[in-house]
């Protein structure tokens, strides 16, 4: 939504004309920074009352190419070039011209609006074909039986350990129930 309304716009640029007075001071009778009624004078001037819409416009690379190109050749500014091509904000073409000086042609191509997708679809993969016993090397079956022999000591001293804990636990009830 605009700050301001195309009426209260239009009514900025009428008591401008109408009492000659400076951008200044019509900046001050209606509480704006005098560089606004400057501009919204000037796209009135130029395009009449519509110049003061708000625009929403998707350029496309050829158009910002062409426009960056006519800045370039006529030595205008970028607040000239925006107003001659009604092109409501003056930092978007400065900031065509930057991307174009970092990407060339294809950064002037629009990118797409809105949030991304985060997530990608769902791909359904195949799992790996299991090996029967009979199709496997001697190497990988050595290696499958050292790796249970590891997990079964591991889980016979995980085991040994909590009972050593619950023994302890038990021991230490024992004995505060007897000082008690």
Known sequence: MSKYTKQF????VEYY????????????????????VRHWVRRFQLRGADGLDKKY??????????????MWLNRLSYQETALLYDIRNKSI??????RYHSGGIPALTPRPRGRPNVMSPFKKTQPAPVKTDDSRTREELLEEVNYLRMENEYLK??????QEQAQEAASRKKRNSSRN
């Open 9 to 12: 716009k239009v009514q900025v």
């Open 17 to 36: 004309l109408q009492e000659n007075a400076g951008c200044a001071l019509v900046a001050r009778q209606f509480g704006i920074n005098h560089s606004i």
């Open 57 to 70: 416009s998707h350029y496309s690379a050829e158009f910002k190419l062409s426009v960056l190109q006519h």
């Open 93 to 98: 073409v400065s900031a065509w011209e930057q």
């Open 157 to 162: 001293k995980l085991k040994a350990l909590v």
